[in-house]
C-alpha cells in the first residue's frame, strides 16, 4: 500500500523516492493510504487550478516527489495549507469546495480507502463504506469467485454480510492474517490447542460478530447513519477506460446497503437489532441504543 501510495496513486516513478516518501510517511506519524490520496488530490488541484499556488505556497504536480514531501511536511506540522490538509481529504476537499470537493477520494464517514481503484473491486469498495473502523472489516480472499470483481452486487452484499467477524477473531487471537487467513476453523484448533477450551468454529465467529456489532453500536451512538455509509462522488465514479469502462456500482448501491443491513441482523437504518443483540450474548447493549 505504500508503495501504491508513493507509486500510482501521486504518479511518482522512482522507486527510491517512492521508499523514501513511505518511511518519511511513517516517521511523521501519518497513515500511507491516506496520505497518498491526500496528496495525489493536491497534485490533480494543482495542475487542474482549484488549489492555487498562492494557497499551497508553491505548484505541484503528478510525478514530483519534492512536492509531496514538502506536503508530507507541511501537514504534519500544519503549516500554512497544510493546517487544513492536516484535517484530512474529506475536510479540506469539503472546506474548498467546488471541483476540489467533486475530485476528492474518501468515504462518507471520513476515511479514506486503501490505495487502490476499488471500481473494480466492489466487495472492497462497499466494505470500506459500510465498515465501523477506519479500513476494511473483511476480505474478498474469503468470499465466492462472484464477489472478486464488478457485477453481481447482490452476491457483493451477501459475501460482506456473510464473512463479517472473521478478521475480528483473528484480531481477538493476535495472528497475523497472512497466516491465519481469516480461517476460523484453524483458529479454533489453535486456541482450544492452547487454553484446554472446548470452542466450537462457531462459537468462535460469534466472537468476532460480537465485536462488529459492538463496534456499530457504538458508532450508532456517536452518530453515524446510514448516509455514511457510502463512498464519496470520486471513489464510488463510473470508470471512463479499461475492462470495466461504463460499469457503474453506484445505481445499485442502496439494494446492496438494505440487503447487507437484512443479512447482518440490523434495522432498515444500519442499527444492530434487539434479536441480534441477544443472540450475540450483549444484549445489554440494546438500552444504550433503544
Known amino acids: 500500500e505504500q508503495m501504491a501510495a508513493w507509486g500510482p496513486v501521486t504518479g511518482i516513478t522512482d522507486v527510491e523516492a517512492t521508499m523514501m516518501l513511505s518511511g518519511l510517511t511513517d ?12 496528496v495525489g488530490w493536491v497534485m490533480e488541484g494543482s495542475e487542474k487550478g482549484w488549489i492555487t499556488e498562492k494557497q499551497l505556497g508553491f505548484k505541484t504536480g503528478f510525478g514530483d516527489a519534492e512536492g509531496a514531501e514538502k506536503i508530507l511536511r507541511m501537514t504534519a506540522n500544519r503549516e500554512g495549507f497544510g493546517d487544513i490538509l492536516a484535517e484530512g481529504v474529506r475536510m479540506a476537499s469539503l472546506k474548498l ?20 481503484d476499488h471500481r473494480d473491486r466492489w466487495a472492497e469498495m462497499f466494505d470500506t463504506c459500510v465498515s465501523n473502523t477506519g479500513t476494511i472489516e473483511t476480505h474478498m ?14 452476491i457483493v452484499s451477501d459475501e460482506v454480510a456473510r464473512t463479517k467477524g472473521l478478521m475480528q477473531l483473528e484480531d ?3 495472528t497475523c492474517r497472512f497466516n491465519t487467513r481469516m480461517s476460523h476453523t484453524r483458529l479454533t484448533a489453535a486456541i482450544n490447542a492452547a487454553t484446554g477450551w472446548d470452542m ?7 466472537v468476532g460478530r460480537r465485536a462488529v456489532n459492538l463496534l456499530r453500536a457504538y458508532n450508532v ?8 455509509d457510502k463512498p464519496s462522488a470520486r471513489y464510488g465514479s463510473t470508470p471512463v477506460d479499461g475492462p470495466t469502462k461504463g460499469v457503474s456500482i453506484q445505481p445499485h448501491w442502496d439494494k446492496m446497503l438494505e440487503n447487507y443491513y437484512t443479512k447482518m441482523g440490523w434495522s432498515p437504518e444500519g442499527v444492530p437489532t434487539k434479536e441480534t443483540l441477544d443472540k450475540l450474548g450483549i444484549g445489554e447493549v440494546w438500552k444504550d441504543l433503544s
Not at 480472499?141 to 447482490?154: D, I, K, L, W
Request: net charge negative; glycine share 12%.
Open 172 to 174: 481477538s487471537a493476535v
Open 141 to 154: 480472499s474469503a468470499m465466492v469467485p462472484e464477489a472478486q470483481g464488478p457485477a453481481n452486487p447482490m
Open 221 to 228: 451512538q456517536s452518530g453515524i447513519t446510514k448516509e455514511q
Open 27 to 38: 516517521r511523521l506519524g501519518l497513515d500511507n493510504n491516506e496520505a497518498g490520496w491526500l
Open 200 to 206: 466450537t468454529p462457531d462459537e468462535a465467529w460469534d
Open 97 to 116: 469546495g467546488g471541483k476540489a470537493a467533486e475530485s476528492a477520494i474518501y468515504t462518507a464517514k471520513g476515511n479514506s480507502p486503501r490505495g487502490h
